[in-house]
């Protein structure tokens, strides 16, 4: 079964992983405390950093983010593959 993860874009998310994506899509790669901080900053939202280190492993497990050293990037070759797929379909 093929499992898609698309995230949902903009500041009317308030899911931990979208927040994170949308973060990383505009400046990576950054730490998990730096992630923390800017969902705190930007989207004022009281979140602790033990939920964005599940959400950043979850997106880790699923390819969507590589990490180098400490710091989580997105994943280009998940992103071509999901765009590949989005052609196809």
Do not use: C
């Amino acid at each position: 079964m093929l499992e898609l993860s698309i995230p949902q874009l903009g500041e009317e998310s308030k899911n931990v992983k979208d927040l994170v994506f949308t973060i990383l899509s505009t400046e990576q790669p950054l730490s998990i405390i730096e992630l923390t901080n800017r969902i705190k900053q930007q989207y004022r939202v009281n979140i602790t950093y033990q939920a964005v280190r599940k959400a950043i492993d979850t997106l880790h497990q699923q390819h969507v983010l590589l990490k180098t050293g400490k710091k989580y990037a997105i994943n280009k070759e998940w992103v071509l593959k999901l765009k590949a797929f989005f052609d196809k379909l």
